[in-house]
């Protein structure tokens, strides 16, 4: 059962009428039996084995570990092997299901053998969860969960499951309490959810189809390469981000609230800035589970004081802030399962975040000699460009089966650009070539302006909703019937079209 489905309409009005009708301590079993329920419709459903591994090796450990603690000498060492035990076990069962790319490369004749049994469902993201759940335990930031049934609610919350957020232990106590039916919690997961069909269907869809025909024909005109090039960051985004809008407002329906996995990326001003705003939920897991215990380590305090000591304090504190960098971009390319992303997205974020590090100082100092003014619209405009620019590149390694294909892409598209391949008459054939009628680019266009109004909106009055709110009535009902006909008329969706797979889903 796809998300952008009816009947996953009909599964959330059923289960927030269980939900309501439920005594609030029994809440959180609807939300279980619900969860459970939607595995099955929306998996292969053997595979929730995996999950129920996954969260009986962290019960056991955290609980046995927080009895162990109390105790002296051994009680300690107990508590590492029991936590050391359990991230290897969820780390080791994610890498044999899913790490399949990275096998191949690794062990010789990997790709000759047996087809491994398919992953569970959200595989990356719940191993991720209940990683950082052992974690919290262990550093005592949290207290573990003494029912295994809430702590199973935790890992497979439905809404979350297929493309996250990847959510906190702390951060979703509201699974377990009971919740009053409450109008603005159903309205303003209503208008998240459809605000997510508009972008999936209506807009990344759409996209999908443009940037699918030029891809399968290399060595295009210049015109259809960069059509295609610039597109496809924003089908990526309107296909998570609208996924993650479905998610968010699926859990406001439950009065449950999911932790922001995206805050307007393409207003960024910076690569470094991009990635505090696209895909919050990792990057902040990895920071607090990879790179600040990295950098606590005995021998990276060793290491950084030498480099402070041999290169001074600017350039050491670089060196150490680039090699504890450089393995958490690691850790992230290695998440998303294949070389193609250690190699074409890891190492060169990595190496532009690095980059843009080092010269930052000598920029600025450029910038006041060309009195350049960072202040106004038009330097705004161009850094948002050229981030713009930088993250197209790497999303092109998301798009490409593997590395030779992405660079081909690259290649034969910066080719055609300084070769001059550029014939403006073919815009009147895109049509053919790429399969989008006239009306479609229209619909395109007018939905990436309605992107960046609702994105200015944000900016400055915390959601687009909550300005909408405020509206008299007729303009409130206006915007939402509107945008709901949008979605019903111009929606690709229907008995002989197939949503694609959300493209985070994969992961």
Not at 311 to 322: D, L, Q, V
Not at 382 to 397: E, H, K, L, W
Not at 444 to 449: A, D, F, G, H, R
Not at 457 to 480: H, M, T
Request: with cysteine.
């Amino acid at each position: 059962m796809s998300i952008v489905s009816f009947w996953f309409l009909v599964f959330i009005c059923a289960g927030v009428i269980l939900y309501y009708t439920l005594p609030k301590s029994w809440q959180w079993v609807g939300l279980l039996v619900m969860s459970i329920l939607f595995y099955f419709m929306a998996a292969v459903p053997y595979t929730i084995v995996y999950v129920l591994v996954s969260v009986f090796v962290a019960y056991l450990a955290t609980n046995f570990a927080f009895f162990a603690r109390f105790q002296s000498g051994r009680g300690k060492k107990i508590v590492c092997i029991l936590g050391i035990l359990a991230i290897v076990v969820n780390t080791g069962l994610w890498f044999v299901l899913k790490g399949a790319d990275i096998w191949g490369k690794l062990v010789p004749g990997f790709n000759n053998a047996p087809v491994l049994p398919v992953a569970a469902l959200g595989m990356g993201y719940y191993t991720l969860q209940i990683i950082g759940y052992i974690l919290d335990c262990f550093m005592g930031n949290a207290l573990p969960q003494k029912n295994p049934l809430k702590l199973f609610l935790f890992v497979c919350f439905f809404p979350q499951l297929i493309t996250g957020p990847i959510s906190r232990y702390g951060q979703l106590q509201g699974l377990y309490e009971g919740h009053e039916l409450s109008y603005k919690n159903i309205a303003f997961g209503a208008q998240r959810i459809l605000w997510g069909f508009f972008k999936k269907l209506v807009l990344a869809e759409r996209v999908g189809i443009a940037v699918n025909a030029v891809w399968d024909i290399q060595g295009q005109d210049a015109v259809c390469l960069w059509f295609a090039f610039l597109l496809y960051p924003i089908q990526m985004y309107a296909d998570f981000s609208g996924c993650m809008d479905i998610a968010i407002g699926t859990a406001e329906c439950f009065g449950i609230k999911l932790p922001e996995n995206f805050n307007n990326p393409f207003f960024s001003r910076t690569i470094q800035e991009f990635w505090q705003r696209w895909h919050i939920t990792l990057g902040t897991w990895a920071k607090d589970y990879v790179l600040y215990p990295l950098l606590k380590t005995e021998g990276m305090l060793r290491f950084s004081k030498a480099a402070k000591k041999r290169f001074g304090k600017r350039y050491g504190k670089f060196i150490t802030s680039a090699v504890g960098m450089l393995v958490l971009w690691l850790v992230m390319g290695i998440w998303h399962g294949g070389m193609k992303y250690i190699v074409g997205v890891s190492m060169w974020y990595w190496f532009l975040l690095m980059l843009g590090e080092l010269c930052s100082p000598g920029l600025k100092r450029l910038n006041k000699i060309l009195k350049i003014n960072e202040e106004c619209f038009s330097w705004h405009l161009f850094q948002s460009i050229r981030t713009y620019m930088i993250y197209a590149v790497g999303a092109v390694f998301f798009r490409a089966v593997n590395i030779n294909e992405a660079i081909l892409f690259l290649r034969n598209t910066i080719g055609a650009f300084f070769k001059g391949k550029w014939n403006f008459d073919i815009i009147f054939e895109l049509e053919t070539i790429m399969g989008l009628s006239g009306r479609d680019w229209i619909i395109v266009l007018l939905s990436i302006v309605m992107l960046v109004l609702v994105g200015l909106l944000r900016q400055n009055a915390d959601y687009a909703r909550c300005w909408v709110e405020k509206q008299i009535l007729p303009f409130r009902w206006g915007i939402w019937l509107g945008l709901f006909l949008f979605v019903v008329i111009y929606g690709k969706y229907g008995a002989e079209y197939n949503a694609v797979n959300f493209i985070y889903q994969a992961f």
